[in-house]
């Protein structure tokens, strides 16, 4: 990050707690010099010998600065103080901290002149730390005063402030106003070390105190008379001895105690530890800090210090000064998180409560301030700034795991193995900044949806959002995960999860709000479709080496079942489509009348509409905009072929059948003349028989028989319609983006059966109902009226004929020449059907000499030749096919009467066996007439016209002598 980059400079809150003391920033870092010089000089074994500024410029090149006798030299000085800065060797501290060598030195700043560069590091410190030469000049000759008057008494023991306090008159300084400031500096310095932030607490019944707030208090309006034997200065002396040598146990300590105690210790070591920031460079570490830290120990004893305190005080200021400094030098933030990670191994030892208590302030404010970018790190990172998120990260985790393992007194009640704090801070980071993200992008995708609403075909918000969070997802995996899987192995399946979440919950409530299938729909649905497979890749290869294959993880991403969702929609758009075609069905077979002049087809125009609904609807579902049509066509196919089976159940419906018409044959009897056998037929008869008008066949009946036929030609059109459409079908499935070649070759179950299965019964049904409707109903006064009533050589056969010829001419010219062989054929049994049943079971005004057979073959031959049509009708071999059986029963009307006699005993012992010789049981009608048939051989017996037939029906079952 550049200079252009920095960030706004920002503070935080201290978190050595709250210091109540009136010390600003700049006197407290005088305080913290005075006492670093102090321990400085009390280290060494002679005392401590002021070089006036006068002689260092002269001996610049020197290294002194601070001595331990007026003819030292650089051999005798104390080596850390005294060492040249030009001289220092690479850094073990920023080596172990991780941080670079600067890129100049205060030692090399060529823009100063040669006598203000600091050549030592005691000359480096006040530079650093801003003091001036004349205070600098001051403080040093006071502490040589002091070790002067109190030779060998260690630095420890005095309470400085007071010390210097005895040792400077207002004629030491430049004027008055510097000299009340520097005494009221001290006197507070004493006050907050003393009273407002004691070693040890106070009574508040101390007079100590008391008379101490009282001189500070005093001081403020006039300052005091300081000098060794002013009596003011010895109330002081007595005052501040009495209470910086308390001790617990109520007897004089040992130890002097004025600057140890918390927060105030911490923050003069603070303004210690801020002298290791280059002076010209406020980002970086001065080459020289292993001299300046090593030196800086030696206030320790003063000010209450040990390795630990120092490690969490140092690991709070290079977190501060990379905020203070904008952010810009991450060097600054690794090498704090490289000095927590030793305050975490201290912490795990730690036993001080007052330690404990500064750890854990400091490390809920790095933490705050880490979670307070990292709970939302999206909008923290971006390229520029990438590389400083894993220190951010590590220092968060960091903290966060001292803050739970090492302070928490609820985590030490659990196995610590049961919680990964580290994982578990991650992963709320990953969660919690990813919904943030998500929100964000939600918003912007309703912000462009409204933006571009006047525009052709707007995009749906869920269609803008699935994209963002695709680009969302890819992003993350690439530039986030790599770092967050340091401490979270499955940093890229938790975040897509989240996504996935975040948008199958505005999935849901989208879906929840469709009620039909629409062009937005489709869309969002689609996209929602190829975001969750995006995510789901993500997460399985982010989980491939995870221990259990990612389970976990898709498991937190339950199906969108956007594709379920859409074949839902599209099943109910198909169910409207099929109700609504149920409907034409009922509407246009209401308004039909089936007649043949409608069009040059002779087909239903009915039937033209539906089969147009149908086109249409297969049409539309092509055009809908989703992935699957292959998988839900059949649901389409079967509902059109259930509306096709419908039309096509409704058209023959009425139109009867093959029973309709032939009546139920009677039991066998041989009857008076005038006796009714044909009960079922005259019923029909005399609701149905009507009289012959050739060419108009019922007229606009919807059952005529042109009518019928107009029914037949429908469904042959449809089978035919059939083949196209599926044919249709096939070159659409083959534009489709996701068809499979299986799914033409195999039909996916794309046949029209129903429909099929449907026009071929129903053909071959109104095929029948027409050939018997003609024979048995339309013809019937020919046939069971005329044909052979009386006299057989007075009533033959060519009336039928004639009817009959013009019956087959009229449904020649109507029905679909497909289907004429079939109607015509279906005619032609009929006919057979209805000559056989006059022969034998035509009632009783008919009777048939052994004679009279030659007059019903030649009338049946007559009646093959109306079919035949001299080759113009139908084939012969299908004429003898189903003449077989007529022509075979009238070879029984040849037979003489005891031959037949003779056979049907035979045929009914065969068929009854022996019980059946003392009397013949008189077998059954079956209408399934063949000439080896008792019940056949019996019938042609009751209508033989003599005597040996009489007497043996009168004998064998009391039948009537008489027809």
Known sequence: MGSSDRLPAIDLPSPFGEFHGNLSDSELRETAYEIFVGACRSSGGKPLTYIPQSERNERSSSPSLLSYGSSASPSSTSPSLQRSVTSTAASKVKKALGLRSSKKSPGKDSSSSRSKKPVTVGELMRVQMRVSEQADSRVRRGLLRIAAGQLGRRIELMVLPLELLQQFKSSDFTNQQEYEAWQK?????????????????LDKSDTASQRLRQIIRGASERPIE????????QVLRTTVTSLAFRSFDGSVSETCHWADGFPFNLRLYQMLLEACFDANDETSVVEEVDEVIELMKKTWVMLGMNQMLHK????????????TTGQVENDLLFAANNQLAEVAQDAKSMKDPVYSKVLSSTLSSILGWAEKRLLAYHDTFNCTNIESMESIVSLGVTSAKILVEDISHEYRKKRKEEVDVACNRVDTYIRSSLRTAFAQRMEKADSSRRSSRNLPNPLPVLCILAKDIGELAANEKEVFSPILKRWHPLAAGVAVATLHACYGNELKQFVLGITELTPDAVQVLR?????????????????????????????EM??????TAIANLVKAWVKTRVDRMKEWVDRNLQQEVWNPRVNKERIAPSVVEVLRTMDETLDAFFQLPIPMHPALLPELMTGVDRSLQ?????????????????PTMPALTRCTRGSKIWK????VQSTQRRKPQVGTMDGDSPFGIPQLCVRINTLQHIRAELDTFEKRIITRLRNCESAHADDFTNGLGKKFDLAEAACQEGIQQLCEAIAYKVIFHDLSHILWDGLYVGEPASTRVEPLLTELEQNLEIIAETVHNRVRTRVITEVMKASFDGFLLVLLAGGPSRAFSQQDSQIVEEDFKYLRDLFWSNGDGLPMDLIDKFSKTVVEVL?????????????????TLDTYGPSAKSKLPLPPTSGQWNRDEPNTLLRVLCYRNDDAATKFLKKTYNLPKKL
């Not at 096509?648 to 032939?662: H, M, P």
């Not at 079922?680 to 019923?683: G, P, T």
């Open 226 to 233: 300081t000098g060794k034997n002013n009596e003011s200065m």
């Open 891 to 907: 070879s029984l009307f040849r037979a003489n009467t005891q031959s037949l006699i003779d056979n049907f005993r035979r045929r």
């Open 680 to 683: 079922k037929k005259e019923k």
């Open 646 to 662: 419908y039309y096509i159940t409704k058209a023959k419906s009425g139109c009867g059948t093959r029973n309709t018409y032939v």
């Open 312 to 323: 969490l005080c140092f690991s709070w200021v290079l977190f501060h000064r990379y905020i």
């Open 185 to 201: 500096r001290n006197l507070k310095a004493l006050e907050a070390g003393l009273l407002l932030h004691p070693h040890l607490p």
């Open 558 to 563: 339950p199906p969108y079942e956007a594709e």
């Open 527 to 555: 996209a929602a479709d190829k975001l969750e497979k995006d995510l789901v890749q993500i997460a399985v290869e982010d989980s491939v080496d995870s221990e259990d294959g990612g389970k976990a993880i898709i498991r």
